[in-house]
């Protein structure tokens, strides 16, 4: 498992990006899509997912819908315009940081730190 300190700060960033890519999805599936795509790696708690979400709600990036499922509420989450232009943004400025990492990471063969 990954350390979450490691992408805590990139939190927003997978949350818009799977609402940009899935649509409109409740915090339960939001949790479950991120441990499936990394195989276990993040496990995304809900004391970490709901305060993003509510922030970005308050940013008016993300509106709610509510409706009643096996007699409970199940509140779904969608990316607003702002959303998907928030998203766009944020998924290029995850992916600069991670090609950065990577030059970190694996360096090229004869390059000169002098």
């Not at 960033?13 to 991120?34: C, D, F, N, S, W």
């Not at 441990?35 to 922030?55: C, D, S």
């Not at 995850?94 to 002098?114: C, D």
Request: net charge positive.
């Amino acid at each position: 498992m990954i350390s979450n300190q490691l992408y805590s700060g990139s939190l927003k960033t997978i949350i818009l990006k799977l609402l940009k890519e899935e649509g409109p999805t409740h915090g339960y599936a939001l949790t479950q899509r991120v441990e499936q795509l990394t195989e276990g790696k993040i496990k995304l708690t809900f004391g970490a997912l709901y305060p993003i979400l509510h922030k970005l709600e308050s940013e008016k990036a993300v509106v709610t819908s509510s409706e009643i499922r096996n007699n409970r509420i199940r509140v779904y989450y969608a990316l607003t315009q702002k959303g998907h232009s928030v998203a766009t943004a944020k998924i290029k400025e995850l992916q600069e940081f991670i090609e950065s990492l990577q030059r970190i990471v694996e360096p090229k063969a004869g390059l000169n730190y002098a």
